[in-house]
């Protein structure tokens, strides 16, 4: 079965400190996500990658940055954390793009700026 | 901007009935639908997904009723169950281009 997991699961960081989000997948998937889940704004996508040491911005990447070293693997990074960035953190992946490929997403990353 | 609409936001509905959520969309270039559930401190996971050229999916007790002229779309659950209780979010793909849009969600209780 597919698996991505993210770390940390919680994360409570001060206001101005970096931050970063890790998400590693064990489906062999070319396309990782990352996208941001407030309450009243559903899901938004923050980068994606289709291919390792590339990323791309999504609808949301301002304030956020993305590294892809392998394939496994996924990081955001929040360099300046502010309190408009607490959300929770979703990683996805997927096989390719578009109707013949299921987005499989990871359990979550809950993170307080304070 | 390029919406996807889902109402309502939250539905209560009993064991047994009928749950309809509804979704629209704006975009004419969007062509795929997919519906993703999502339980409480947990990832949205694909529960079910229909393309333009088609007007219904059916999948068990859930079917998608698909409007592509009116630009709508609607999730049927039938025979509702306490376990079906989730949040789920329709999302609209322009398949041609990296476009991806996902609706707010639907907050769905069903009370035994």
């Known amino acids: 079965e597919a698996a991505v997991t993210q770390s940390p699961r919680s994360k409570v960081a001060v206001t101005g400190g970096k931050v970063t989000l890790s998400c590693h997948q064990t489906n062999n998937h070319d396309y990782m996500y990352w996208y941001r889940q407030d309450t009243g704004h559903g899901l938004r996508l923050i980068h994606y990658s289709y291919v390792a040491d590339s990323t791309e911005k999504g609808d949301i990447p301002d304030g956020y940055k993305a590294s892809r070293p392998s394939q496994e693997n996924f990081s955001l990074i929040l360099e300046l954390a502010s309190l408009s960035q607490t959300a929770v953190y979703f990683c996805?992946?997927?096989?390719?793009?578009?109707?013949?490929?299921?987005?499989?997403f990871g359990a979550g990353t809950r993170l307080s700026v304070l | 901007q390029q919406q996807v609409r889902q109402s309502p936001q939250s539905l209560t509905v009993w064991e047994g009935e009928t749950a309809i959520l509804n979704c629209s969309y704006e975009d004419s270039t969007f062509n795929y639908f997919p519906w993703y559930q999502q339980f409480p401190g947990e990832g949205p996971a694909l529960l079910i997904s229909?393309?333009?050229?088609?007007d219904k999916k059916e999948d068990g007790r859930f079917t998608i009723f698909f409007n592509k002229r009116e630009k709508k779309l609607s999730l049927h659950i039938t025979d509702s169950q306490p376990g079906d209780s989730a949040t789920y979010f329709c999302?609209?793909?322009?398949?041609?281009?990296?476009?991806?849009?996902f609706g707010k969600g639907t907050h769905l209780h069903v009370l035994p």
């Open positions: 996805a992946s997927s096989d390719g793009w578009g109707s013949q490929n299921t987005l499989y």
């Open positions: 229909i393309r333009s050229v088609s």
């Open positions: 999302a609209a793909y322009d398949t041609n281009a990296y476009k991806v849009i």
